[in-house]
């Protein structure tokens, strides 16, 4: 089983720009594709970006061009870099991570994004 925790989250202003992390530990062996969901209040979870383990890229129209998602096999870490943010993209930010079918999750952090 693998084991995610998220960092970097917090309020910023429109415009800004902020920098998340995600730390896999456990059974982190064969882990695949790794990225991020994001959950605003009273919506759905959707798709933000994903990384393969070879360094094939994946985002979601809403984000191209301006969050960057990058990965560090050694250290088990996958970083979003968001840029140009807006308030439409408050959110929890959850990283994932797949492993032979099976898809584990962080426990979220909280980006708020001031107008």
């Known amino acids: 089983q693998v084991q995610l925790v998220e960092s970097g989250g917090g309020l910023v202003q429109a415009g800004g720009s902020l920098r998340l992390f995600c730390s896999a530990s456990?059974?982190?062996?064969?882990?695949?594709?790794m990225g991020w969901f994001c959950q605003a209040l009273r919506k759905q979870r959707d798709f933000v970006a994903g990384?393969?383990?070879?360094?094939?890229?994946n985002y979601a129209a809403s984000v191209k061009g301006r969050f960057t998602i990058s990965r560090d096999n050694a250290k088990n870490t996958v970083y979003l870099q968001m840029n140009s943010l807006n308030p439409e993209d408050t959110a929890v930010y959850y990283c994932?991570?797949?492993?032979?079918?099976?898809?584990?999750w962080g426990q979220g952090t909280q980006v708020t994004v001031s107008s």
């Open positions: 994932y991570a797949d492993r032979r079918s099976y898809r584990s």
């Open positions: 456990g059974s982190t062996f064969s882990m695949d594709v």
């Open positions: 990384i393969s383990s070879g360094g094939s890229t």
